[in-house]
């Protein structure tokens, strides 16, 4: 089989493409032949030695790569109810960007007819973010107004057709002329580009009470004032830190990473409560093991993608040996929807 093999920490020239014999599925997996793999920015943070799970589940070298599709290839003992040769996709902790993968059956799930193979590959790990942000952590009602951040990205866009479907007042946030339309096109009531206008005047402007729920991955940049803007008994959710890490170089500045962390609120019990709001805070590859969160989150998204009633981000496709180009597109922030290797 072929991987990407990251040895050490750094920048984009450290994902080799190497040779190594095939996984053998243990009890309870299965073994996919990978035909795409979906690209996450948190493999960008794995690959620079800052992604605390990576450590805890894998050390080095890894291989990054939280989402597949394929076909399957072998069953593991015990593993009676997949056919070889069918059509799947699913979610992996870590390994993604490899011709071949062993993972829990719980991880599997069957192809949906209305996705290609490169759609489903860029599609759970996004989806099933939004998923959980939206739907374990908040719990949404209609006419709830959501501020999204980087509304145009991977997660960004998910997160935006998932509070249309559960009937909110979207305002997503790009940052580029250039998303504002993939993001109306989402569903998005509104868009602030705040390439060209002050965020928080606008947020302000369309929010005049604050929002009941505010989506932040930014980090540092933004939690401050994404704080200030929850309306009294809203919720930020806290997701992500893309902007303590560079758009170009590939490499992590380290005395920005120390300026950063001494800027980044520090959120007091006390002002919590008086403030009458919550921040919550999650990692979703803490959550693989847990099949019935799984589950439900991906008989329900599946579910609306049957329906027609969620699509795809657009996807770009890079041939897996161009994982470092991948990963540079992903870092500049320029991008739009979700990058896939194509094997
Ligand atoms: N906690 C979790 O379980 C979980 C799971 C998945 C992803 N995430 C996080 O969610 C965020 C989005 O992930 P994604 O894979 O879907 O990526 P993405 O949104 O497709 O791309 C990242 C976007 O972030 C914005 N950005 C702002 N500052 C940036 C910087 N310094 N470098 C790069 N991008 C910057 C850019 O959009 P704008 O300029 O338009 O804002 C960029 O397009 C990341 O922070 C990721 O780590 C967290």
Redesign the pocket.
């Given at each position: 089989m072929r991987k990407i093999v990251v040895h050490e920490p750094g920048s984009h020239d450290k994902l080799r493409v190497e040779e190594h014999p095939d996984p053998s599925p243990a009890r309870g997996e299965v073994l996919l032949d990978v035909r795409a793999a979906g690209v996450?920015?948190?493999d960008c943070?794995v690959r620079m030695g800052l992604y605390e799970s990576a450590k805890k589940y894998v050390g080095w070298p890894i291989t990054p790569g939280f989402e597949f599709s394929g076909t399957v290839a072998a069953l593991g003992e015990g593993v009676t109810d997949l056919a070889l040769g069918a059509p799947v996709f699913g979610v992996t902790r870590f390994g993604g960007y490899a011709s071949r993968v062993a993972v829990p059956r719980h991880q599997v799930f069957p192809l949906p007819a209305r996705l290609t193979p490169e759609e489903a590959a860029g599609f759970p790990?996004?989806f099933m973010?939004a998923y959980y942000a939206l739907f374990e952590l908040v719990r949404l009602r209609p006419a709830m107004s959501l501020l999204v951040?980087?509304a145009?990205?991977?997660?960004?866009s998910a997160l935006v057709q998932l509070g249309k479907i559960a009937g909110c007042r979207v305002v997503g946030?790009?940052?580029?002329a250039h998303?504002v339309e993939a993001a109306r096109r989402l569903g998005a009531d509104a868009v602030i580009d705040k390439s060209s206008e002050p965020l928080w005047a606008a947020a302000e402007r369309l929010a005049p009470e604050g929002y009941d729920v505010i989506l932040d991955?930014?980090g540092v940049e933004t939690l401050r004032q994404s704080y200030r803007h929850v309306a009294s008994a809203g919720k930020l959710v806290v997701?992500?830190?893309?902007?303590m890490?560079?758009?170009q170089g590939g490499r992590p500045s380290y005395p920005k990473l120390a300026v950063d962390f001494l800027r980044m609120p520090r959120f007091n019990p006390l002002d919590l409560c008086n403030d009458n709001k919550s921040v919550l805070a999650?990692?979703?590859?803490y959550l693989f093991h847990r099949t019935e969160i799984l589950r439900e989150a991906m008989d329900r998204l599946i579910g609306w993608v049957e329906e027609g009633r969620l699509s795809a981000p657009p996807v770009k496709t890079f041939p897996l040996e161009r994982a470092g180009e991948a990963h540079r597109a992903?870092?500049s922030?320029s991008?739009v929807g979700k990058l896939v290797l194509t094997l």
């Open positions: 996450n920015y948190a943070v790990a996004v973010t951040h980087s145009a990205g991977g997660v960004g946030v790009v940052g580029a998303k991955a930014n997701y992500g830190f893309h902007t890490l560079p758009r999650f990692n979703l590859s992903i870092e922030g991008t």
